[in-house]
């Protein structure tokens, strides 16, 4: 196939090369619009980790996407919630395209001009104190758990490595080796072992449940309550009540995602410590 080749070429003489590639995509692209030249070419140079539907998409406007042969279809995932604002949105562009002809990026070893306008706006938007910006649902739950065991251990005074976040059931927050550790998922944690230890699982949405769960050990509560078969306003009331019962209680986490903005939710609904959110366009 020209894409091996075009791979071969690019890696035997990277530095002449490297001026050519863009012209050597365009064409290789070119030649694989045909649907099963690309899944072949898909299957075999890309790590099997999921496997999508046999459509293969093209371009997207708004709320439509059209695959290869022109089809169109009605997008009603929004790639789990990044493009809420619809494929393509001329706004979003024009801001993109014009951050990137004045600086592309910076790493956090330096300050940039649009950080903390960003801290501003998020802030008060969802009506939070501080905000951490990840890059993915799984970071923000990894930081989660880092939050809940440095603040049971110095805050709730838990016996050095012995705090135990509580989680439901039939949960999926994302694949990293910590997450897949406190997963009812047994495909999903299957050849993956040994996982990390201090994790309590109770049924989803059972306030009875999560009151027995709180001893003196635990330091944090992980849920979802905005997720497709979201928890009553009444329950996440009496889940806030019991994470927050007898001083200092545990610090609560929920993970909102896109079903519903999660600031929508009434303010007695909410835990009375720290609540972490995967952004949502509102």
């Known amino acids: 196939m020209k894409i091996r080749l075009h791979r071969e070429a690019y890696f035997s003489d990277p530095v002449t090369s490297y001026l050519k590639a863009g012209k050597n995509i365009a064409m290789n692209t070119q030649s694989l619009l ?66 990137a002809n004045r600086l592309t990026l910076t790493s956090r070893a330096f300050r940039n001009d649009q950080l903390a306008l960003f801290y501003r706006d998020i802030c008060e938007l969802t009506n939070s104190h501080k905000v951490l910006p990840m890059n993915s649902g799984a970071e923000a739950v990894e930081t989660a758990i880092k939050c809940m065991r440095k603040w049971g251990y110095e805050v709730k005074g838990v016996e050095a490595d012995k705090a135990e976040i509580i989680v439901c059931e039939n949960n999926f927050h994302g694949r990293t080796i910590g997450i897949i550790g406190f997963s009812s998922d047994e495909e999903a944690k299957a050849n993956f072992g040994p996982f ?39 329950r996440l009331k009496a889940i806030s009540k019991q994470c927050g019962k007898s001083a200092p209680g545990i610090m609560c986490f929920w993970f909102s995602m896109k079903f519903k903005p999660a600031w929508a939710v009434p303010a007695n609904c909410w835990p009375k410590n720290t609540r972490a959110l995967k952004p949502t366009s509102p």
């Open 34 to 99: 045909n649907v099963e030249d690309i899944l072949n070419v898909e299957a075999e140079l890309g790590a099997s980790n999921y496997k999508p539907i046999y459509v293969v998409l093209s371009r997207g406007e708004g709320v439509w996407v059209w695959d290869t042969d022109g089809k169109r279809y009605l997008d009603c995932l929004s790639a789990y919630s990044a493009v809420n604002q619809g494929h393509c949105h001329p706004k979003i562009r024009a801001a993109m395209f014009e951050q």
């Open 196 to 234: 990390a230890p201090g994790f309590t699982t109770i049924p989803y949405g059972d306030a009875a449940a999560l009151e027995a769960a709180i001893t003196p050990i635990p330091s944090g509560f992980w849920s979802n309550p905005f997720r497709a078969k979201p928890v009553s306003l009444s």
